[in-house]
């Protein structure tokens, strides 16, 4: 995994919902983060998509439920 894009998922991350970017864990998902909600997940999309400059299906929106999971995806679909 590029350490960048990891780097930059966790920044955005980190502004998305209002933590501390040292707090993002690969395990980091609804249940740890209090303010992930279904608006900023939202917004968290769009975050991403703007980005990378990327496109998610609704299926993969559906998936992207933690930090690991968002990185998995992202990095597949940057390095298709």
């Known amino acids: 995994m590029n350490m960048l894009i990891k780097d930059q998922i966790k920044k955005i991350m980190s ?9 993002i864990e690969d395990d980091s998902a609804p249940g740890t983060i209090e303010n992930w909600d279904s608006i900023r997940h939202m917004n968290l999309i769009v975050s991403i998509e ?6 998610f299906s609704d299926d993969e929106i559906t998936d992207l439920l933690s930090f690991k999971l968002v990185e998995s995806i992202v990095s597949k679909k940057i390095n298709c």
């Open 15 to 23: 502004i998305v919902f209002e933590v501390d970017v040292n707090s």
């Open 50 to 55: 703007e980005e990378f400059n990327l496109r």
